[in-house]
């Protein structure tokens, strides 16, 4: 179905950027007695087109990592580089999803994709076929003429999809972004977000903190610890693409989860004892 | 007209897409019930018919009786002198010239408070060195009634029009300033740093997201202000002022003509209503995403 679709070169907008440097980055907010470290010093090589899954408890820094490679945060230590260059602010080269609707109500479904194309200065008319486009790929383009507001859940974070990559991003920095759906629609999501990844070949910093789908998704899954938050494994998933929720079932699918759940489990328990300690 | 014009456009919209989502089989299943919801509308409308004909009664009744219990109503003049008083002014070249140069005044102060207003209120919004260099202004200045300013406008003012519209345009100042102020207070975080992920620029993350967002607040703040405005313009055309109704009920006062000075106060009531409800009128079209939303 996506081979029908007019994109401007897809995989070429996108073959070879999208490279991430986290380097030595520690993140801490406030100052004086009322400073608290959210990640400790932290260094994560992203290779061009990976799909990275960054899984952790909740509160653990994992938001706040992906932020400072958004540009939303910056880094109180270190630095981040995405593509040889310094990440200073939010820019349309890491496109970014969020877990709450983060689509302007104001503005119809249409508008929204195309809010992005028409930011870069593209035409009217050109950034309406963009938009169009895009609302195909996520099957949504009957949807157009909605506020976000008459669309389900899942939807509106189909068109936060579309809405992100219209940028044609070297970068999709997703935060949760299937956490507040249903747990069938998260795997209709899930499954349609592969599609679209091989489709764009689009490097993927993905947050969440269910294991089954980080193992699903993800190239690598890197594990941080309770707070504050720093990498502990970097777990490569070597499980055959295209995946499908058959796979599941298989033996080295329930390995690596095992793995990770291994892995969480003594950081829990550390990090418990730490707190009784 | 207008509601049963509400109770045909979800349907018409559900129809038309057959194919669509939860959210549009809950507007099928919500159509039926639309017709009950102008039934309602026309029951309240019932109900306050029914409540102004008893108070028009009472009035009748009080004023025929002359009622002087604690209140006095013997100088109270009766809904039907009233009504005749009305008849007669509204035949008079004069009346309507009272009206006029009331509402033009109040629309030269609210045009100017509302540009001013939103505004300001757009800058202490965005900017806290502005808001908090503004706010004490706005802390000691808005309790000031209307009526103590008359002296000070007059000796400030060159002419007595420019005094009265100062004092009207200050009653619509206020809250169309702190509520323009609330609603960019009330900006989702998470658009503005969705909307910067897509390359807006600081202006366009003003105007697409900061603005729409505080929308419903500032319409709402405009819907006051005006209402505060007709309050202050009959303060100003009570003391200064040959034209304007305001003069005209104060005016009847002094010449102890009892029936003016009721049809002055109505006509007031009616035009205050009036020209808010033009005002929610003209914002509604700009909240339309919130109706649709609901």
């Known amino acids: 179905m996506l081979d029908v679709l007019k994109f401007e070169d897809p995989k070429a907008a996108s073959k070879g950027k999208g490279h991430i440097s986290v380097n030595e980055v520690s993140i801490t907010f406030g100052t ?90 593209a035409s ?135 793995f990770c759940l291994d892995t969480i489990k003594a950081e829990s328990r550390r990090a418990f004892e730490d707190q009784n300690a | 007209m207008e509601t049963a014009l509400k109770a045909e456009a979800p349907q018409t919209a559900a129809k038309g897409r057959p194919d669509a989502v939860p959210r549009a089989h809950k507007d099928a299943v919500s159509a039926p019930k639309l017709p009950t919801l102008t039934r309602d509308q026309l029951s309240s409308l019932g109900i306050a018919c029914l409540s102004l004909t008893i108070g028009v009664l009472l009035w009748h ?34 009346f309507w010239t009272h009206i006029g140069v009331s509402m033009r005044r109040i629309l030269i102060s609210y045009s100017i408070a509302v540009v001013l207003g939103i505004g300001i209120g757009l800058i202490m919004g965005r900017s806290k060195f502005a808001r908090a260099f503004i706010m004490p202004y706005i802390e000691v200045i808005r309790p000031i009634p209307a009526v103590a300013w008359i002296p000070l406008a007059i000796l400030m003012w060159p002419t007595e029009e420019s005094s009265i519209i100062y004092i009207t ?26 909307v910067q992920s897509l390359g807006a620029s600081r202006w366009a993350v003003f105007r697409h997201v900061v603005i729409p967002a505080a929308l419903p607040s500032i319409a709402a703040g405009l819907a006051i202000g005006m209402g505060v405005s007709w309050f202050s313009l009959l303060a100003g055309e009570i003391i200064s002022g040959q034209y304007g109704i305001g003069y005209f009920t104060w005016d009847a006062y002094s010449l102890i003509n009892y029936q003016d000075i009721v049809v002055g106060m109505l006509v007031i009531g009616l035009l205050g209503t009036a020209s808010t409800a033009a005002v929610r009128a003209i914002t509604r079209p700009m909240l339309k995403w919130q109706e649709r939303t609901r």
Not at chain 1, 74 to 88: A, S
Not at chain 1, 184 to 207: A, P, Y
């Open chain 1, 32 to 121: 004086g007695p009322d400073a608290h470290l959210a990640v400790e010093t932290t260094s994560i090589e992203i290779k061009a087109g990976e799909f990275v899954c960054i899984l952790g408890p909740s509160g653990c820094g994992k938001s706040t990592l992906l932020n400072a490679v958004a540009g939303y945060v910056k880094p109180t230590t270190g630095e981040v580089i995405v593509d040889g260059v310094m990440v200073e602010k939010p820019g349309p080269d890491r496109g970014m999803v969020f877990q709450q609707y983060s689509l302007l109500p104001w503005k119809t479904v249409y508008e929204n994709v195309a809010f992005g194309p028409k930011m870069a200065g």
């Open chain 1, 124 to 258: 009217r008319t050109s950034a309406g076929s963009t938009a169009n486009t895009f609302l195909e790929l996520v099957g949504l383009k009957k949807f157009g003429n909605r506020y976000p507001a008459e669309l389900s859940g899942g939807m509106q974070q189909r068109v936060g999809i579309a809405r992100a990559l219209a940028n044609y991003p070297s970068v999709l920095l997703m935060d949760e972004p299937f956490g507040a759906l249903d747990a069938q629609t998260r795997l209709m999501m899930q499954e349609s977000l592969l599609d679209i990844w091989k489709h764009f070949g689009t490097t993927v910093v993905f947050v969440t903190h269910d294991v089954d789908e980080a193992v699903f998704l993800a190239d690598r899954v890197l594990i941080m610890s309770a707070a504050p938050g720093r990498i502990i494994e970097d777990v490569k998933i070597e499980l055959p693409r295209p995946r499908t929720t058959d796979l599941a079932a298989t033996s080295e699918y329930i390995k690596a989860r095992q």
């Open chain 2, 61 to 94: 009744l009080v004023t025929s009786v002359n009622l002087d219990f604690y209140i006095n109503f013997s100088n109270v003049p009766s809904p039907a002198k009233v009504f005749m008083a009305f008849v007669a002014h509204i035949q008079t070249e004069i």
């Open chain 2, 169 to 194: 345009f200050l009653g619509a100042l206020f809250p169309i300033v702190l509520n323009t102020l609330h609603g960019v207070e009330q900006t989702p975080e998470v658009l503005v740093r969705a």
